[in-house]
């Protein structure tokens, strides 16, 4: 089992920044096993929407509506994936998931919540 723990989220104002952590641990025997890393976000009465991802070699992918402003990255020797998130918006509001793939199996974390006051 792998186990994800995310930090960094809390309430900013519009315009602000946030950087999410998400650490992995558990049974992680080979970090050549660690697929794609990434956050998912989910608004209140809304369902889980993709936010971000990077793969092992680096390949970055954003929604639409978080290019130029939010920014992947991993770090595979610690096991940590980051969202560095700058001019927030309201609608950016949520709680942030942190997803993993490891050998073929997908993985969660609790979730943090971020809000972004208007």
């Known amino acids: 089992q792998v186990q994800l723990v995310e930090s960094g989220g809390g309430l900013v104002q519009a315009g602000g920044s946030l950087r999410l952590a998400c650490a992995a641990s558990?049974?992680?025997?080979?970090?050549?096993?660690?697929?794609?890393m990434g956050w998912y976000r989910q608004a209140p009465g809304q369902q889980r929407e993709f936010v971000a991802s990077?793969?092992?070699?680096?390949?970055?992918k954003y929604t639409d509506s978080v290019k130029g402003r939010f920014t992947i990255s991993r770090d595979n020797a610690k096991r940590m994936v980051y969202l560095q998130m700058n001019s927030l918006k309201p609608e950016d509001t949520g709680v942030y998931y942190c997803?993993?793939?490891?050998?073929?199996?997908?993985?969660w974390g609790q979730g943090i919540q971020v809000t972004v006051s208007s």
């Open positions: 997803n993993v793939l490891y050998a073929g199996r997908n993985y």
């Open positions: 558990g049974s992680i025997f080979s970090i050549r096993l660690m697929g794609v």
């Open positions: 990077a793969t092992s070699g680096d390949s970055l």
